[in-house]
T-cell receptor
Framework: AQSVTQLDSHVSVSEGTPVLLRCNYS??????LFWYVQHPNKGLQLLLKYTSAATLVKGINGFEAEFKKSETSFHLTKPSAHMSDAAEYFCVVSGYSGSGNTGKLIFGQGTTLQVKP | DAGVTQSPTHLIKTRGQQVTLRCSPISGHKSVSWYQQVLGQGPQFIFQ???????GRGNFPDRFSARQFPNYSSELNVNALLLGDSALYLCASSELTGGLDQETQYFGPGTRLLVL
């Protein structure tokens, strides 16, 4: 079975300072991993995805994430936070079974990012 | 290009009623997935459909059903509504390119259902 754990339910940073949102995953297979962002009363927007190519993945809006197999982690970072980054962030792992991709995305509980002026 | 669209945006029902939610995928996408997001939690997988066939099902009761039409749009039906069915229902579409790489799912804005 696959699962993700987001280590912080709430992260608060000042505008212009770095952002770190932590995610650990569990998967019996080589995972596909994603970060999605959800702004208030909006749907989910894909930030970036890892699918066994480069371990450092660059996404939209200056975000990036590094896949570390030895640590089973996929932390999301951004060098400098902007007020518009305030939102809910979800770490996601793809679902697999013995017969392959199940089509199911497994979401973490989410991390609320607060950006202070 | 238009993204994933869902209707209605909001819905209020009473316990025991039935509801139908609709989703149109991104043009060219043949797969539609449905998720339920209860307030304060991450989305939970309900169904995935591809070429009108159910490809995957999450841990939801039989009150939940779905179908996909020849134009790849989809409907999610929930019968005998319970208070606990109040949630944001999200639809996602994907190309479903196959292979071990997970196809990327693109989400619509959701339908917010309130059951009273």
């Amino acid at each position: 079975a696959q699962s993700v754990t987001q280590l912080d339910s709430h992260v608060s940073v000042s505008e212009g300072t770095p952002v770190l949102l932590r995610c650990n995953y569990s998967s019996s297979y080589s995972p596909s991993l994603f970060w999605y962002v959800q702004h208030p009363n909006k749907g989910l927007q894909l930030l970036l995805k890892y699918t066994s190519a480069a371990t450092l993945v660059k996404g939209i809006n200056g975000f990036e994430a590094e896949f570390k197999k030895s640590e089973t982690s996929f932390h999301l970072t951004k060098p400098s936070a902007h007020m518009s980054d305030a939102a809910e962030y979800f770490c996601v792992v793809s679902g697999y079974s013995g017969s392959g991709n199940t089509g199911k995305l497994i979401f973490g509980q989410g991390t609320t990012l607060q950006v202070k002026p | 290009d238009a993204g994933v669209t869902q209707s209605p945006t909001h819905l209020i029902k009473t316990r025991g009623q039935q509801v139908t939610l609709r989703c149109s995928p991104i043009s060219g996408h043949k797969s539609v997935s449905w998720y339920q997001q209860v307030l304060g939690q991450g989305p939970q997988f309900i169904f995935q459909y591809y070429e009108k066939e159910e490809r995957g099902r999450g841990n939801f009761p039989d009150r939940f059903s779905a179908r996909q039409f020849p134009n790849y749009s989809s409907e999610l039906n929930v019968n005998a509504l319970l208070l606990g069915d109040s949630a944001l229902y999200l639809c996602a579409s994907s190309e479903l390119t196959g292979g071990l790489d997970q196809e990327t799912q693109y989400f619509g804005p959701g339908t917010r259902l309130l059951v009273l």
